[in-house]
């Protein structure tokens, strides 16, 4: 039985203002994830409770409400503060209360902040607070002049009355910077400044890469995540001056008004104080405000772009199981070739060495055409790195006896993988080249239960993932890969401990739990005998189950979808229509025939109804599309064969804010620029393209000497309409 929790009004209040979503939906969804169901088991088999909220409805008001609790923390420790100096007071608690965001609460928190020494603290000790108040006052009555000399005291080191006229304007400056109202205006009217950046001086050789950034100026807020980002790491880099510019004197005007009471000289001195404020506190705080807040969600943006790059990744069409022999292509040190089995079992291993320096060609196609026919080959993976086309020119000339196909296969991490823990412990004997093969075969048979054994920050599909924030970035790429691994599903009986790690409701050992039972038991015969794995408890059970197919088991609906919970509906349809289950799924007229209002229960709606007749007509399907065949253009492999205006065959391998990297054959991605991806303006790429993608480009700009290439698919698209209709 699940714990009650509580939650308060003003959360939920601030998540619906965020979320736009139901009151109660949104205290379902936080009441089950506070017990420990994941997003994926939630939006799976909770649709009931929480309106059919999806995954990104969910990871939404799961991060609103980390985000609330964080200023909760932060609001304690305030409060906290205040208290220890003796300085709180009843509006002041009402205030810090009602605050729902850290800016808030730390411009409440300035007056109180503990400070070094300033030159405000300095004049508070020569005694000029009583002089600032006075002149604060701006009475018409006052003479500041003979009021400031009654200050004068050498023994303090105020000598004459501009020292303490000067003195009592830095007090003031900090009061004017520390006042709450203030500084939201100025916040507002920072929204409207520009992003200037410039070429620190002598470095303009040495930072040609960022030289578009020399001398530009433009919208803050408006300037796109990935020259924001691009900006932030030239200045990093000691190349580029990064500064925020506002309207100055809109900002000066802004303070006038709301300090300045009269045109006397008080007056006169409030307008000095307000100058030396905004230039040498509220100016300086406003801009690391905004340098951080821009960079923020510049962060967020590209977070964004390596989540959805990697989520089409992980979907990447499997070619299923098929036997595969896998080379890891080079020119020195040869090519290393793997056998695999239908389930990515290694059983083979050697080295040809088919290129230049030994040109062992005819030694190579041997070892390959007996390999295929010893190991019933029928795909042949090849990693596109270095000496990649070549390997695929060689195998592509070799003559099999039966049909033979040749992928090209992105090996972006696999060395990362060949180095890993993980593959120590699978393959302990090899050495890296091996493993490495290994995992190029594997990438083709399934991507997915390959590649969760990859960081995702190392699979190379990231736009300026080494300047985010590192844990922002691990969070969003772990959600992604647990949505991926939750909504393909895993074969209970063949899956590693890493994919099984990524099942909603498994722990890492857990996992290792699974494979070790199975190592001693053989396979899992049904989805119940999983509660004799150890440390798998009830909880567990609920949340995994749905997720984990048994492809033999003794009860059908295990290799469905159907959660354990939901089968005895299944059967009560069965009965009530006098068939068994096996009919029901292979009977579609039988199917439809299904009253479903008929059983709607206390624990299950018509959502879950819904999802259970889908999963009955499609038991156990692959969300993931049809695998299909790819090949460059023969004649083109390096880019030296590339000419302005060749209509050439690509594949998409990585999509940013600012457009898609294509490969076209010639071991160096070209870009597509958004502004070149179709005849419409659009805004995002990944309405125009998805990662693996067949695209037809055209050249339109070749730099040899930076080994750049620009393509063009709007081009492509214009000139074979052309040919089309002549």
């Known amino acids: 039985m699940s714990e009650k929790a509580e939650f308060p009004r003003q959360y939920i209040d601030a998540i619906i203002q965020e979320c736009g979503l139901q009151r109660q939906a949104i205290l379902h969804a936080l009441e089950l994830m506070v017990n420990g169901a994941s997003i994926p088991f939630i939006a799976r088999y909770r649709k009931e409770a929480t309106d059919s909220m999806d995954e990104l409805q969910l990871v939404l008001v799961r991060d609103s409400y980390l985000k609330l609790q964080a200023v909760d923390e932060r609001r304690q420790a305030i409060m906290t503060s205040i208290l220890e100096q003796g300085k709180m007071s009843e509006p002041l608690l009402k205030l810090l209360q009602a605050a729902m965001s850290k800016v808030e609460l730390e411009d409440l928190y300035l007056p109180y902040k503990p400070k070094r020494k300033t030159r405000s603290s300095v004049a508070l000790e020569k005694g000029l607070e009583p002089l600032a108040k006075s002149i604060m006052g701006q009475d018409f009555a006052l003479d500041i002049m003979q009021e400031a000399s009654k200050f004068i005291d050498p023994s303090k080191g105020v000598n004459t009355v501009e020292e303490a006229l000067s003195g009592a304007r830095d007090i003031m400056a900090d009061w004017i910077n520390e006042t709450a109202m203030a500084r939201n205006q100025i916040r507002k009217l920072y929204k409207n400044s520009y992003i200037v950046s410039n070429v620190v001086e002598g470095m303009a050789e040495q930072g040609a890469n960022y030289s578009v950034y020399f001398q530009r100026r433009e919208a803050l807020m408006k300037t796109p995540s990935h020259r924001v980002l691009a900006m932030f790491r030239g200045e990093a880099e000691g190349f580029l001056k990064i500064r925020i510019e506002p309207d100055e004197q809109a900002c000066l005007n802004a303070l006038y008004f709301l300090f300045v009471k009269n045109t006397t000289h008080s ?46 990744l992980l979907l990447a069409p499997p070619l299923g199981e098929k036997a595969v022999l896998a080379i890891d292509p080079g020119f020195r040190t040869g090519c290393k070739v793997v056998c ?387």
């Open 267 to 312: 007056g006169n001195q409030v307008a000095l104080a307000i100058k030396d404020s905004f230039k040498r506190l509220m100016g300086p705080s406003m801009e690391n405000e905004y340098r951080k807040l821009v960079k923020s969600k510049a962060e967020k943006a590209a977070i964004k772009v390596f989540a959805k790059n990697l989520e089409q």
């Open 340 to 726: 695999l089995d239908k389930q990515g079992k290694l059983l083979h291993n050697e080295t040809i060495f088919p290129h230049p320096p030994h040109n062992q060609v005819s030694l190579a196609i041997a070892k390959i055409l007996h390999l295929v026919e010893v190991y019933k080959i029928e795909a042949i993976a090849i990693g596109n790195g270095t000496a990649g086309r070549e390997t695929e020119d060689f195998i592509k000339k070799i003559k099999f006896r039966s049909p033979v196909i040749a992928v090209i296969v992105n090996e972006s991490g696999a060395s990362i993988y060949s180095a890993s823990v993980v593959a120590r412990e699978e393959f302990g004997d090899y050495d890296i080249t091996v493993r490495g093969a290994v995992s190029i075969g594997r990438r083709l048979l399934d991507p997915l239960s390959e590649l969760v054994k990859v960081d995702p920050k190392s699979i190379g599909v990231g736009q300026y993932q080494h300047d985010v924030d590192a844990t922002d970035l691990q969070v969003a790429l772990t959600d992604t890969v647990v949505s991926c691994v939750n909504r393909v599903g895993v074969e209970l009986n063949t899956a590693s401990k890493e994919l099984l790690s990524y099942v909603s409701g498994l722990t890492p050992t857990v996992a290792e739990n699974i494979v070790a039972y199975r190592r001693e038991n053989g396979p899992f015969t049904n989805r119940e005998e999983l509660k004799k794995v150890a440390r798998l408890g009830p909880k567990s059970f609920e949340q995994a189950a749905g997720f984990l197919r048994i492809a033999n088991s003794t009860n059908l609906l295990d290799h469905s979808a159907v959660h354990p919970e939901s089968y005895y509906i299944v059967e009560k349809m069965a009965s009530d229509l006098h068939c068994s289950i096996a009919n029901l799924m292979m009977d579609l007229p039988l199917r439809q025939s299904v009253k479903l209002e008929k059983y709607v229960d206390q624990k299950v709606g018509m959502p879950t109804l819904n999802d259970i007749m889908k999963e009955l007509d499609k038991p156990g399907r692959d969300p993931r599309t049809s695998f299909s065949y790819f090949e460059f253009d023969p004649k083109v492999r390096s880019i030296e064969d590339l000419e302005i205006g060749m209509l050439l065959h690509g594949i998409v391998t990585n999509i940013t804010a600012f457009g898609a990297f294509v490969d076209i054959g010639v071991h160096q991605d070209g870009l597509v620029h958004v502004s070149q991806m179709s005849e419409r303006f659009i805004t995002d790429p990944n309405e125009v393209v998805y990662l693996h993608d067949p695209v037809r480009v055209k050249v339109i700009k070749i730099d040899k000497i930076r080994h750049r290439v620009e393509l063009s698919m709007k081009q492509a698209q214009e000139m074979d309409a052309h040919t089309t209709n002549n």
